[in-house]
């Protein structure tokens, strides 16, 4: 089986517009939560008043005419995705080997609501012809793939908040299996909007924080209360070892596992167990030939949800046993919020920095650590200890979708 | 409020550098949409909507088709707009 | 029959003065990098020590004891002869026995004191103040010295990576003894056998006496001493705060073992301390003296006003066993 490595990075996120900014400003505490100050929030009487927003606005990027045709959910996946490529060199790949797996949760959320908006206030007419390709989940895919030329396969993996991680998890095999010699893979979302934040407070999924936005997002803390919205998109370039080195390209970290299974359990509550989890966990593990002591870092799934945190451990525990207390876990939604669709794409990116600075960022708002979730979270930068370490990610979502990445440091 | 023949080029120039960034004045009249200014359908179609919408004019679908060179439009925008 | 009596306790201790001595060499990074394949850019970055103190030949262990022993005793007032104990904690005076302790006695007039060595490497001195609190809480002693002091530098390999490099020579001391109000908390300690061969020395000197081994100097194995410093000592720091009966916000300072610069970042998110709370970070220029980092630090910290007496700081010392031991106490 092909040896699949990670060559190029690319992140629009609420901490930064790039993936190296983003890395940073993770290492350095900062967060990327603020109030809101649209006019609808007020309007509709939003209940959770911020959010995570990008840092960098995808219009201060596009230019008029590209953003005009995309919903800014694309807009955000084309901005992480050229920056990735160029960060891997422009690889000269056949078009017939170059692939896209580019998820997204939702998808155009924006514009099928703007629409809906014109289409009431103003008529059929009004409706923009390029609605449907904006609004059409396949969007951002879509936009990366027509961007770059990738004609062995243009893929959008959609599993909620697992979804970008299952985008990866495809890209790493379908190279694995010899269809594409170069994939770009990853996940956006776009959906700080008045609907989703309304649909997610109405499950109480979210925190209400409203009054110390930055501390809002605390994963493991014994006062978590709701996840943080999150907007932006990461993406990876991935590439078989031979081509790499065949070019003398950069070579970030080996990716050597891609999990997903499902809990079948109920629509939005993780299995307290973790079975399904843990499968996913120990999958990855299995396909990367890797033991559980080999592994070092654990980038958790964390939302700073008070069960969902609970189950995730749980299922930590069962696949690591007494080892767990050897992993340096990091909950980074604290300093971005949650980026739904991509949430496991941004999360790579951190994985793949660590492994590759040797150094775990450490996780804010951790004030009181929740005794019911003993796992070693630093909340300084620590550093590995081996070389080869192997880290995961997790990205679990709402439908019992598990996903999870291993990556090992070269 | 009815546009002169030269606003409505201005105005229609205006909406295709928007969807397209093609220049202003590269939109003459002579100009074919697709062969000149290689304005692909969908933007054609986004233009009509916007026309629709800045001229107070009716463009009705069958019309679209006729209107193949910036002279074919302007003239009847011109001539239809309220 | 007849009872027997008992030692009259006494309600509460505190600690009246301290005492501190370094090694008269100020040693920098570049002056040691070379044998370790290292510069003072990666020293400073991962462990936060600029200078380390050593002690040349002619400054023994037992000056630097004396030195700050002598400090301590007249900061404090008291009359030497009244010392009912003297406890010396180290891990490099030279002698099987007799005891450092009962030399540093007589040197310092503490001529009706018992005299004792304890080898808690890191986490000697909190030992020490345990001991005296106990010892002055039962009636025991009037007044207990402790002393903290290390000559590590006769101890050390050159070319070692593990350690050697972050390791200086000093002695702190301190006068325990009764008062009107508690000054020392309970203490939380333990030692975790489990891990005794994390940090140590290369060989006995019986392997040295028998020619198996080269002159026995400092070791360990840096992560996992790391990591359990972080971790577990960490909610032992949180426990001697609840055993104190206060939280955090009320905490003076933190002055914990000098080990390395990153352990004290970790420490400081871990409780969430305030930042009000002042944080010794003397390794920067003393370097990790083991049993005498703490008192060295806490002297510093008093000496340049950045505490005041009367406020409370926690100590925490850990290290080789692995042994650890922390109290809040109130600042002399």
Known sequence: MKRVVVTGIGATTPLAGSANASWQALLAGKSGISTLEQDWVAQYEIPVTFAGQAKISALDILTPQEAKRLDPSSQFALISAREAWADAGEPEVEPERLAVDFATGIGGVWTLLDAFDTLKERGPRRVLPMTVPMLMPNGPAAAIGMALGARAGVHTAVSACASGNEAIANAFHRIQRGEADVVVAGGAEAAIHPLPISAFAAMHALSKRNDSPEQASRPYDTDRDGFVMGEG????????????????????????????????????????????AARAMLQALEQAGASIEDVEHVNAHATSTPVGDIAEYTAIKRVFGSHTDNLLVAATKASTGHLLGGAGAIEAVFTIMALKEQLVPPTINLDNQDPNIPLNVPRTSMSLSRPDAVAISNSFGFGGHNAVLAFRAV | MAHSQQEVLAGLAELVNDETGITADAVQMDKSFTDDLDIDSISMMTIVVNAEDKFGVKIPDEEVKNLITVADAVNFITENQD | MKQLKESAPVAHSR?????????????????????????????????????????????????????????????????????????????????????????????????????????????????????ADAMVRSGLAKYVLVVGAEKLSDFLSPTDRTISFLLGDGAGAAIVGPSDHPGIAQTVWGADGANWDKVGMTDSILDFRDGKAQWPTLVQEGQPVFRWAVWEMSKVAKQALEAAGIEASDLSALVTHQANMRIIDEFVKQLALPESVVVARDIAETGNTSAASIPLAMHRLLKENQVQPG??????????????????????
Request: hydrophobic share 45%; proline share 4%.
């Open chain 1, 233 to 276: 998109a990461g993406a990876l370039v991935l590439e078989t070892l031979d081509s790499a080195t065949a070019r003398g390209a950069k070579i970030y970290c080996e990716i050597v596992g891609g999990s997903v299974t499902s809990d079948s359990y109920h629509i939005t509550a993780p299995d307290p167990e973790g079975a399904g």
């Open chain 3, 15 to 131: 600690i009246y003065a301290l005492g501190a001595a370094r090694g008269s060499n100020i040693v920098t990074n570049d002056e040691i990098a070379g044998p370790i394949d290292s510069s003072d850019e990666w020293i400073r970055q991962r462990t936060g020590v600029i200078t380390r103190v050593r002690a040349p030949e002619d400054q023994s262990l037992m000056d630097l004891a004396v030195e700050a022993s002598k400090e301590a005793i007249e900061a404090s007032g008291i009359d030497p002869a009244e010392i009912g104990a003297v406890i010396l904690a180290t891990i490099s005076f030279p002698y099987q026995t007799p005891s450092g302790a009962s030399l540093l006695s007589e040197l310092v007039g503490a001529h009706s004191a018992a005299a004792y060595d304890i080898s808690a490497a890191c986490a000697g001195y909190c030992y020490g103040i345990a001991q």
């Open chain 3, 311 to 332: 406020g409370y700081a926690l100590q925490i010392g850990f290290g080789a066993g692995l042994a650890f031991a922390a109290q809040v106490v109130e600042l002399p």
